[in-house]
Nanobody, 119 residues
């Protein structure tokens, strides 16, 4: 079992930046693929980005490529999402999760999420 706690969300003007952080506890963090997801009002949760256990490979949704960067620190059990050039369409609750491969399957370890609003 893994417990995940997201933080760093907020209200930002379009074109601005935010850095989200997720702290994990429980299972061996350094063995897990970690990912970020988001869910906008009235929409299903969607994949945003993922990183392999040692941080050597990343994957991004087309909508965020070139603007978002995922990174991890296995010594601190954290995975971050740096978001630049934010757009109103990026407004959503952002969640982190753990999985087996870059595009899943994903475990059911969802945290409470952190709200990002770009206007």
């Amino acid at each position: 079992q893994v417990q995940l706690v997201e933080s760093g969300g907020g209200l930002v003007q379009a074109g601005g930046s935010l850095r989200l952080s997720c702290v994990a506890s429980g299972r061996t963090f350094s063995r897990l693929v970690m990912g970020w997801f988001r869910q906008a009002p009235g929409k299903e949760r969607e994949f945003v980005a993922a990183v392999t256990p040692l941080g050597l490979t990343t994957d991004y949704a087309d909508a965020v490529k070139g603007r978002f960067t995922i990174s991890r620190d296995n010594a601190l059990n954290t995975v971050d999402l740096t978001m630049n050039s934010l757009k109103p369409d990026d407004t959503a609750i952002y969640y982190c999760n753990a999985g087996q491969r870059l595009r899943g399957p994903w475990y059911d370890y969802w945290g409470q999420g952190t709200q990002v609003t770009a206007s």
